[in-house]
């Protein structure tokens, strides 16, 4: 079946220093990839999306590559901030729309 | 985008006992679906939710235990029955529309603590 690998967390950062989580997945044939974020007590949120191969989302200063040549969709910013500390998780859609979920990763921030 | 909203946030139960989480769209949706989040894990899909007939449960779901309803296009309501303290955990509806797309928007959650 479909299945999202992430990088296992905590991730912890200094302030402006540079974002990677890595994402991988299995799926048998074309899916849509997102990374949501779920800040403390909160529900989650739809950070980007990509539809298809070579697409790149992006929003608020995050950017993730679609890859299928390495089937993966791993997520960057250039210089986080304090309040960027939430929990990120990749995901993937294809038939029916059911989202499958990675892990998730904590990311924590220091000033 | 769709804003999605829950009642109640958060409640304790007594083991036993039932509790139905309402979940409402504020705008017609072709799919809604109901996720589990577990204490400190990933969210697990419970069951999408079809407008005007039964609910499509995914492995280890039964209808049972967590009967769903959609009697329309914006809203749902997913019951956790004779709860025990296993059935903790943060319940997700989420929403959206199908085509090329397929993102699916969240609410804000319901937290059960059941004791």
């Known amino acids: 079946g479909n299945s999202v690998t992430q990088m296992e967390g905590p991730v912890t950062l200094s302030e402006e220093a540079f974002l990677t989580i890595n994402c991988t997945y299995t799926?048998?044939?074309?899916?849509?990839l997102f990374w949501y974020v779920q800040y403390p007590g909160e529900g989650l949120q739809l950070l980007l999306k990509?539809?298809?191969?070579?697409d790149k989302g992006s929003n608020k200063g995050f950017e993730a590559t679609y890859r299928k040549e390495t089937t993966s969709f791993h997520l960057e910013k250039g210089s986080v901030q304090v309040s960027d500390s939430a929990v990120y998780f990749c995901?993937?859609?294809?038939?029916?729309?059911?989202?499958?979920f990675g892990a998730g990763t904590i990311l924590r921030v220091k000033s | 985008s769709a804003v999605i909203s829950q009642k109640p946030s958060r409640d304790i139960c007594q083991r036993g006992t039932s509790l139905t989480i309402q979940c409402q769209v504020d705008?017609?949706?072709?799919?809604m679906f109901w996720y589990r989040q577990q204490p400190g894990q990933s969210l697990t899909l419970i069951a999408t939710?079809?407008?005007?007939?039964?609910?499509?449960?995914e492995s280890g779901f039964v209808i049972d235990k967590f009967p769903i309803s959609r009697p329309n296009l914006t809203f749902s309501t997913l019951t956790v029955s004779n709860m025990s303290p296993e059935d903790s955990s943060i319940y997700l509806c989420?929403?959206?529309?199908?085509?090329?797309?397929?993102?699916?928007?969240f609410g804000p959650g319901t937290r059960l603590t059941v004791l």
């Open positions: 989420s929403a959206g529309t199908s085509g090329a797309s397929r993102e699916q928007f």
């Open positions: 799926a048998t044939g074309y899916p849509s």
């Open positions: 990509a539809t298809k191969a070579d």
């Open positions: 995901a993937l859609s294809e038939y029916g729309n059911k989202l499958v």
């Open positions: 705008s017609q949706v072709t799919m």
């Open positions: 939710a079809n407008q005007g007939s039964e609910a499509t449960y």
